[in-house]
């Protein structure tokens, strides 16, 4: 959106915003440069010559480049592709350098709807209250009961919006997620999620369980100074 998107991102208006085919077809050199930094590096681990060395030096700023190219390569090893093969390598990977961009799309618009929708909630409430009609508004409480887990949404939206947006670098434009990610094997990883999942659901249940009992004993409840009544505040103080 010209005059819009162009100042939101470089602050300047007159910065060109580079698009996805171009933001591809500028990698394309890198791409190859960074096969050229990596087989250089992995020559001179074997054979430690200078040349080798001068080589990796003149390519290294692009080789996370190099290791993205290597999940085309045969075996995922980037040393191993046929020079005549290299182009094709090359056009495989040019796609892989920009993030899923359906999810990135929706996710950061679902966050940002939600963000303008809690706006717009608490500048009502704040009206209804100052008109002191916020307790007997029956569809706006409902409203705001219904929108109790939204914001926990709207944070896994966000959370998505920069995980995925930032794919495919663990490191930007150095180290591909692929090759960060976990060696574990997948049971250990599912033994340890399946661990987590127990134990914060373990943890809900116990939070709902003291919410909805102590909201059911009400306000009144914690008036009373009697012995029953000050236990429960002050489990709810240590709660
Ligand atoms: C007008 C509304 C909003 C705007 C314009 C906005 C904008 C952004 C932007 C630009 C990012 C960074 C994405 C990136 O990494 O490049 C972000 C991330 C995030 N947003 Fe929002 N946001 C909005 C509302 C919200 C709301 C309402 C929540 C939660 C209640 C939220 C939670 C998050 C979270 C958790 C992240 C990820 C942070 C991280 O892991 O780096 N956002 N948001």
């Not at 085919?21 to 020559?43: F, H, K, Q, T, W």
């Not at 920069?162 to 090759?179: D, I, K, N, Y």
């Not at 134990?199 to 409840?221: D, H, Q, T, W």
Request: aromatic residues 12%; contains cysteine; negative net charge.
């Amino acid at each position: 959106m010209p005059f819009v998107l162009t100042p939101l991102i470089t602050h300047s208006f007159t910065t060109p915003i580079t698009g996805m085919i171009e933001l591809e077809d500028a990698a394309a050199p890198r791409i190859e440069s960074g096969i050229a930094a990596v087989s250089a590096l992995r020559r001179y681990e074997e054979g430690h010559q200078a040349a080798d060395l001068e080589m990796f030096h003149a390519h290294q700023n692009d080789m996370g480049y190099g290791l993205l190219a290597s999940r085309h390569a045969p075996n995922q090893d980037v040393t191993a592709i046929p020079p005549e093969q290299i182009q094709s390598v090359v056009e495989q990977t040019k796609p892989d350098i920009l993030p899923n961009v359906f999810v990135t799309f929706w996710s950061f618009r679902l966050m940002v709807f939600l963000g303008v929708f809690f706006f717009v909630l608490f500048a009502m409430a704040s009206y209804l209250s100052l008109k002191n009609q916020l307790e007997r508004n029956r569809l706006f409480l409902k409203i705001c009961m219904w929108a109790i887990p939204l914001p926990i949404l709207a944070t896994e939206f966000g959370w998505i919006t920069a995980e995925a947006g930032r794919q495919p670098w663990t490191v930007f434009e150095r180290l591909p997620t692929f090759m960060s990610a976990s060696t574990h094997s997948v049971s250990y990883m599912l033994f340890s999620l399946a661990g987590f999942t127990v134990l914060y659901s373990i943890f809900i249940a116990v939070e709902l369980y003291l919410m909805f009992k102590f909201a059911r004993l009400g306000p009144e409840a914690h008036g009373q100074h009697d012995h029953g009544a000050d236990a429960d505040h002050l489990s709810i103080v240590a709660h």
